[in-house]
Nanobody
């Protein structure tokens, strides 16, 4: 598994961005995947997660109703649609894959990490 996250940028509050996480080795179609974020001076936190077939998803309370995680197994890509962005969503967003195919919400159970993409939301 080799992950690449993209799609970040500088946007105004209320805007949307779609983040993408691609596995360049095309091997993570059977892995649980999560999106995390880390703001300056804060710990990395889970934002959303999805199981291997997209049948189960998880969202943190801070993004529930605004963010949507999905995956296209044929394209080896997991997406994070972020809507109604707020300045407090500003962070580096990382995607990660677990060895498990299940829905994984514990950070320490993720084994493979992408390089991160920066999302900056201005007020």
């Amino acid at each position: 598994v080799q992950l690449q996250a993209s799609g970040g940028g500088l946007v105004q509050a209320g805007s949307s961005l779609r983040l993408s996480c691609v596995d360049s080795r095309r091997t993570f179609s059977n892995n649980g995947v999560g999106w995390f974020r880390q703001a300056p001076g804060k710990e990395r936190e889970i934002v959303a997660a999805i199981n291997w077939n997209g049948g189960s998803t998880y969202y943190s309370d801070s993004v529930k109703g605004r963010f949507t995680i999905s995956r296209d197994r044929a394209k080896n890509t997991v997406y994070l649609q972020t809507n109604s962005l707020k300045p407090e969503d500003t962070a580096v967003y990382y995607c990660a894959a677990a060895r498990s195919a299940a829905l994984v919400t514990t950070r320490t159970l993720y084994n493979y990490w992408g390089q991160g993409t920066l999302v900056t939301v201005s007020s």
